[in-house]
């Protein structure tokens, strides 16, 4: 049975176990050592503020159900960013990702919907909140048209 001993790691400054007595590492710089970065640093696409204005211009409501979004207004909410969808997808149209009349005002619920969901959930969700996914295809239309 291996004992290892808390201690100051001298990577991160953290009291922490030692894994690595030789280093006198903790267990995640000690990971960082072996395997590098463990997380790759993402390029900015600047798509955060075009969301913040989009968010201080519109109303708060969802564009497909009028579902209100303030309870997920928390700048740091994890569902913040997931309140925006992209009509045309990102992949194949890369120069309408910050275009704001490619982006839907949309509950998370709907989001996924649109991305993951099926015909068959999607028609649950209308029937429910009594809404149509018809605005969201009729917008992604007239956007192909354009272009």
Not at 18 to 30: D, S
Request: with cysteine; proline share 5%; glycine share 4%.
């Amino acid at each position: 049975m291996i004992r290892y001993k808390k201690g100051i790691c001298e990577k991160c400054g953290n009291e922490r176990m030692i894994v690595n007595k030789t280093y006198r590492l903790c267990y995640y710089c000690n990971q960082i050592r072996l395997h590098g970065t463990p997380y790759k640093k993402r390029k900015p696409t600047g798509e955060m503020n075009l969301f913040k204005e989009i968010w201080n211009d519109r109303p708060h409501v969802s564009e497909i159900s009028v579902r209100n979004l303030e309870v997920f207004a928390g700048r740091m909410s994890m569902l913040f960013p997931n309140m925006f969808a992209h009509i045309l997808d990102k992949k194949n149209y890369p120069n309408e990702r910050n275009n704001p009349d490619n982006i839907m005002l949309v509950h998370p619920e709907e989001h996924t919907l649109i991305d993951q969901g099926t015909e068959k959930q999607r028609k649950e969700y209308e029937k429910k909140y009594n809404c149509s996914f018809d605005i969201f295809y009729k917008k992604k239309e007239k956007l192909k048209s354009c272009r």
